[in-house]
């Protein structure tokens, strides 16, 4: 009898242990918004092991906004950055702990600007970086990086002048950390990023430069010399980077690099992920490179894309089969084999049970005001100003091109319903086009709805794209078009300009 009392309680001990270790490994996070509709989802994108993942939520990761609020729990098994997605909040990631509890409120400023507060750990940590505080404040930074470049005359220059621009944002950081503020590990990790941000910022200058396109003032034997002294120090295939957000784009271009002899190249490569690189183009452009990364650098980066792709469908599903097959072969023990082979079970019981993942026919959808949705069967266009002048006769219509890709695109919906309001007064139509490529067509579907985008949704098809491509060079791109269907401002303000565009649609419609 004594020995059975034993068992049970060594099997309780066991047992308390597990449950402790499942609580520690949750992550508790909860915000607040000034302005947010009930209803509006937010997506959350956790790590994939140790690697940061931007684009895939499973569904029981995403939350509804209820007055103003959420509260979620999500399991979290390693320390990193996770990503939130959502109309009301701007590009958003932020770092934490397993047995965190993080929390957040949003403010939005008199300038429609939003200021994003923290409580909980490593908060002042996440301040800085969600308020863009550490060379990650978009085109301001890129720009400031790629003068340095530009400007210097020989590598040194550029060198010391980058050093002494990233020296800002890791000294505060250092404070943040000597004062106890932030962990170790999220001192590492926001250290890590801004370094391999700044990497990224250099990027397009260093290659344009060498190539001719982006004029510099040193040669290109002091631009080759800046080239490998920065992947050298700040080499992005360290494994301190691992878990940074921008570390897939600097190792891709480290490979990019390296095929072309710039870096120093391995001479066994094997040509294993080169003969897929087609099928990614779609997706990424840098795919053909990979195989000169090391083994783990070429887990992290194919597992990656095979996990976008899974959202994006570049290609077959029978060519994703294949590279999938070939990635399992090679990496039997990669986090993202169990990630992916769920998502693709739920797609095999998706088809068995008769649900249809691709239309057959086109379709534009509309989304009414209580957020339910209609399809009406459509030609095939040839180009945008045709559908208009079809669908929409004797009607002006205000078009939002966006992906669901593009998180400025959905930052900018969060203005949707005060320019729906404006449009309707004014008899203007609003039609949201989707340029994502081609297999996405359930992700948008699924995306419109988790925006509540009031107004009609049209996905284009690849003629329809092709003819966009000179017309909407970047994205979010507004366009207004009038009664006749003609184009009568092909680069609208935004919705977030708010007075700006109502003013600018007035006079260009003459209403």
């Known amino acids: 009898m004594r020995k059975l009392w034993q068992l049970l309680l060594v099997l309780l001990l066991f047992l308390c242990r597990l449950n402790t270790s499942a609580q520690d490994n949750n992550?508790?996070?909860?915000?607040?918004?000034?302005?947010?509709?009930?209803?509006?989802?937010?997506?959350?994108?956790?790590?994939?092991?140790?690697?940061?993942?931007?684009?895939?939520?499973?569904?029981?990761?995403?939350?509804?906004?209820?007055?103003?609020?959420?509260?979620?729990?999500?399991?979290?098994?390693?320390a990193g950055f996770i990503r939130l997605q959502c109309k009301d909040l701007p590009k958003f990631a932020c770092f934490v702990e397993p047995g965190n509890e993080v929390s957040f409120r949003v403010k939005t400023e008199k300038d429609g600007s939003q200021q994003i507060s923290f409580s909980g750990p490593n908060a002042k940590g996440n301040e800085l970086f969600i308020n863009r505080k550490l060379l990650n404040n978009g085109a301001n930074d890129a720009d400031r990086v790629n003068k340095l470049i530009q400007n210097a005359e020989n590598e040194e220059a550029a060198y010391n002048n980058i050093k002494a621009l990233l020296s800002g944002p890791l000294q505060s950081l250092?404070?943040?950390?000597?004062?106890?503020?932030?962990?170790?590990?999220?001192?590492?990790?926001?250290?890590?990023?801004?370094?391999?941000?700044?990497?990224?910022?250099?990027?397009?200058?260093?290659?344009?430069?060498?190539?001719?396109?982006?004029?510099?003032?040193?040669?290109?034997?002091?631009?080759?010399?800046?080239?490998?002294?920065?992947?050298?120090?700040?080499?992005?295939?360290?494994?301190?980077?691992?878990?940074?957000?921008?570390?897939?784009?600097?190792?891709?271009?480290?490979?990019?690099?390296?095929?072309?002899?710039?870096?120093?190249?391995?001479?066994?490569?094997?040509?294993?992920?080169?003969?897929?690189?087609?099928?990614?183009?779609?997706?990424?452009?840098?795919?053909?490179?990979?195989?000169?990364?090391?083994?783990?650098?070429?887990?992290?980066?194919?597992?990656?894309?095979?996990?976008?792709?899974?959202?994006?469908?570049?290609?077959?599903?029978?060519?994703?089969?294949?590279?999938?097959?070939?990635?399992?072969?090679?990496?039997?023990?990669?986090?993202?084999?169990?990630?992916?082979?769920?998502?693709?079970?739920?797609?095999?019981?998706?088809?068995?049970?008769?649900?249809?993942?691709?239309?057959?026919?086109?379709?534009?959808?509309?989304?009414?005001?209580?957020?339910?949705?209609?399809?009406?069967?459509?030609?095939?266009?040839?180009?945008?100003?045709?559908?208009?002048?079809?669908?929409?006769?004797?009607?002006?219509?205000?078009?939002?091109?966006?992906?669901?890709?593009?998180?400025?695109?959905?930052?900018?919906?969060?203005y949707s319903p005060e320019l729906k309001q404006f449009l309707q007064k004014k008899g203007i139509a609003l039609l949201y086009v989707s340029i994502d490529s081609e297999g996405s067509e359930n992700y948008w579907q699924q995306s419109i709805k988790n925006y509540q985008l009031e107004g009609y949704h049209y996905f284009c098809n690849a003629s329809v794209r092709k003819t966009l491509a000179k017309q909407v060079p970047y994205i979010p791109r507004y366009m207004i078009f009038n009664a006749a269907g003609r184009l009568v401002e092909s680069n609208a303000y935004q919705p977030s300009d708010k007075q700006k565009l109502y003013n600018q649609i007035e006079n260009k419609l003459g209403i």
């Not at 940061?52 to 990761?61: A, L, S, V």
């Open 174 to 414: 250092e404070q943040l950390k000597v004062s106890k503020e932030i962990t170790d590990q999220c001192y590492n990790a926001l250290k890590g990023e801004t370094e391999q941000r700044m990497l990224f910022w250099c990027m397009s200058t260093l290659d344009g430069g060498l190539q001719e396109k982006v004029p510099v003032a040193m040669d290109k034997a002091n631009l080759r010399k800046l080239m490998l002294k920065l992947f050298t120090e700040f080499d992005p295939f360290n494994a301190k980077y691992r878990n940074t957000v921008t570390v897939a784009n600097t190792m891709a271009f480290k490979c990019y690099l390296t095929d072309k002899g710039i870096l120093n190249k391995n001479a066994s490569v094997v040509s294993k992920w080169a003969p897929f690189s087609s099928s990614f183009a779609a997706t990424d452009s840098y795919f053909a490179f990979f195989d000169e990364a090391p083994a783990d650098v070429q887990q992290f980066l194919v597992g990656n894309d095979l996990l976008i792709a899974l959202t994006f469908k570049p290609m077959s599903d029978k060519d994703y089969i294949k590279i999938f097959k070939s990635y399992m072969n090679a990496f039997p023990q990669s986090p993202y084999i169990p990630v992916i082979t769920n998502q693709l079970m739920d797609k095999i019981d998706g088809q068995s049970s008769g649900k249809n993942t691709t239309p057959a026919n086109e379709n534009m959808l509309r989304i009414d005001s209580l957020h339910h949705v209609y399809s009406s069967a459509i030609p095939q266009y040839q180009n945008l100003t045709d559908l208009i002048k079809d669908q929409f006769k004797g009607k002006p219509v205000f078009v939002d091109f966006w992906a669901t890709y593009c998180s400025p695109c959905i930052a900018e919906f969060k």
């Open 27 to 78: 992550v508790t996070l909860s915000g607040f918004f000034d302005h947010a509709p009930n209803g509006d989802i937010i997506q959350v994108c956790k790590p994939v092991g140790e690697y940061f993942n931007i684009f895939y939520t499973d569904k029981d990761d995403e939350i509804g906004i209820k007055n103003n609020t959420f509260i979620k729990q999500i399991s979290v098994t390693q």
